[in-house]
């Protein structure tokens, strides 16, 4: 009977401590960057490039303006070097993100943003842009 019941314990003790423990949470990787016209932000085998900045209509700094206005950029996506896709992102105050997929995996890129800010004195000049922007998994 005591080795019965010593039995039963251990059987509850160990059943107990696996509930214990906590489930791993999945591993999120973020991939930051500021990158220049033509920079490219690899993550594993996948990459994004800063192609280019199609328009800049944003309302400079200091200026009272009906509208903000927003630049456009477009971004060219690849795997293992081979481009998938190229999208057109619109950079405002909103803060757009965008979703694309690679190898069954649903990326999102967050955090976009475009600098240099335009100002009067720099409207007729063409900036060395800088793209921000966040990539991260997407569970």
């Known amino acids: 009977m005591k080795i019965f019941l010593c039995f039963i314990f251990m059987t509850f003790s160990v059943s107990l401590s ?5 489930e791993e949470e999945p591993q ?9 016209q033509g920079g490219l932000l690899n993550f594993g085998n996948k ?27 477009k971004v060219e996506i690849f795997e293992n070097g081979k481009l998938l896709e190229e999208k057109v992102i619109s950079v405002n105050e909103s803060n757009i993100s965008l979703d694309f997929s690679a190898e069954n995996i649903l990326y999102n890129i967050t955090g976009i943003s475009l600098s240099p800010y335009p100002t009067i004195s720099s409207k007729n000049e063409k900036p060395d842009y800088v793209l921000k922007m966040s990539v991260s998994e997407k569970f």
């Open 18 to 22: 696996a509930q214990d423990k906590p």
């Open 28 to 36: 999120i990787n973020v991939y930051d960057s500021a990158l220049q």
């Open 47 to 73: 990459a994004v490039r800063f192609k280019e900045v199609i328009s800049d209509s944003r309302c400079p700094k200091n200026v009272t303006c009906v509208w903000p206005g927003e630049a456009t950029v």
